[in-house]
């Protein structure tokens, strides 16, 4: 196991989920709150012996598929009866985000809303947030090592919630925690986190530290994906996803792009409840065709293109056969997404946190001629 010290300390490593006992000491928590859901709970990841630490402690399970302000509010109300002094998330980006709600409503005061980063709430989140540690069981979002956590309010707004604060004190990266994740899961979840690291790369704003990273996290992810996929229990494999999808979570910093402010819109309907990382895998050709007009783009892709071992310009039809091999391949249309609400889903876009960092500008036309490719 490596410990690793960029924007939190993360214990990394098959086994990595042994030092849960003294990372609990080391923060101080006797009475953590156990935020996981459901999923988790039947593939008996809670029973693991890693987590013999945890038994008898305070759980709060009833975490939504997409973290909701009523679910903050249901969690806060089990931290508060319990008596917790932190928090422990273990899953994946939902109940890392939920428990980043829960730890900043334990010190702060409601409503939740004030601490929306486009109310303004960047300022008003104080390091007082109680203590958090976050084990991903997928390798995808990054949320353990991420500022953000993305809330929908009760009102149908899904806000992000933005702050150095509601970084997790401490993220335990253990692959083994991962071998069992279906085939789909692995795939959906591994593209969102190739295209966090395509995404935050491509990102005009200065940060090469953050930029080498997310190079690392993209080589690790394209070469590992369809050895995970084909082999579920080969530890490296799954190790280099891990790995890729935490450096795609160091970079949030850079900002992402039209994917993902596409995918925020997409994934906001609530009715479909799409994955997220399905939508990403869908959108990344057609916005990578669209970004590569850009001369400063077109030479960050040929770079990358050099690191997966693929010919220069090639990327997006790259994806595009990945898509097909792995069955992360759909139309929107095939989703259910209604033509009426393209309009509606491009006015979310333009006001999306990711907008305003892709290298290319768009418009909502430009915004309607993406989903038209893909629709
Ligand atoms: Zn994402």
């Not at 490596?2 to 990394?12: A, E, G, R």
């Not at 859901?37 to 305070?58: H, K, M, N, Q, T």
């Not at 319990?82 to 899953?91: E, F, L, P, S």
């Amino acid at each position: 196991m490596d410990v690793i010290s960029y924007l939190t300390t993360v214990n990394f490593g098959a086994g990595a989920a042994t030092s849960l006992p003294q990372i609990m000491s080391e923060l101080g928590l006797s009475r953590p709150l156990i935020v996981s859901d459901p999923g988790i709970v039947a593939a008996g990841l809670l029973d693991r012996p890693e987590f013999g630490a945890l038994s008898g402690l305070p759980r709060f399970l009833d975490v939504p598929a997409n973290p909701t302000e009523s679910a903050v509010f249901a969690g806060l109300d089990a931290y508060r009866g319990a008596g917790c002094d932190g928090v422990i998330a273990i899953g994946g980006g939902s109940p890392i985000d939920l428990a980043k709600g829960i730890a900043l409503l334990a010190t702060h005061d409601g409503p939740l809303e004030q601490y929306a980063a486009i109310l303004g709430g960047i300022a008003r989140i104080t390091p007082n947030v109680a203590p958090l540690i976050a084990i991903p069981t997928t390798a995808g979002t990054g949320s353990e090592v991420g500022r953000a956590a993305l809330i929908t309010l009760d009102d149908g707004r899904k806000l992000g919630f933005i702050s150095g604060h509601l970084i997790p004190k401490r993220a335990i990266c253990d692959p083994l925690l991962t071998l069992g994740l279906p085939a789909g899961l692995t795939a959906a979840t591994a593209l969102d986190a190739l295209s966090h690291c395509i995404e935050t790369y491509l990102s005009p704003r200065f940060n090469p530290p953050a930029e080498a990273i997310a190079r690392d996290g993209f080589e690790r992810i394209w070469k590992a994906l369809p050895v995970a996929v084909r082999e579920p229990t080969n530890v490296a494999a799954r190790s280099d996803l891990m790995m890729g999808a935490l450096e795609g979570g160091m970079t949030f910093q850079k900002g992402l792009g039209a994917v993902h402010s596409l995918s925020h819109a997409l994934g906001g309907l609530k009715d479909l409840k799409l994955h997220h990382g399905l939508l990403n895998a869908i959108l990344m050709p057609e916005v990578i065709r669209w970004n590569r007009e850009v001369p400063e783009a077109a030479e960050k892709l040929n770079t990358l293109e050099r690191l997966a071992g693929i010919t220069e310009g090639t990327l997006a039809e790259e994806l595009e056969r990945l898509n097909q091999s792995l069955g992360t391949s759909a139309r929107l249309s095939e989703l259910g997404v209604s033509r009426e609400i393209i309009g509606w889903i491009c006015e979310r876009a333009l006001a999306d946190h990711s907008h305003a960092t892709n290298p290319r500008p768009l418009s909502a036309t430009d915004y309607a001629q993406i989903i038209e490719a893909v629709y």
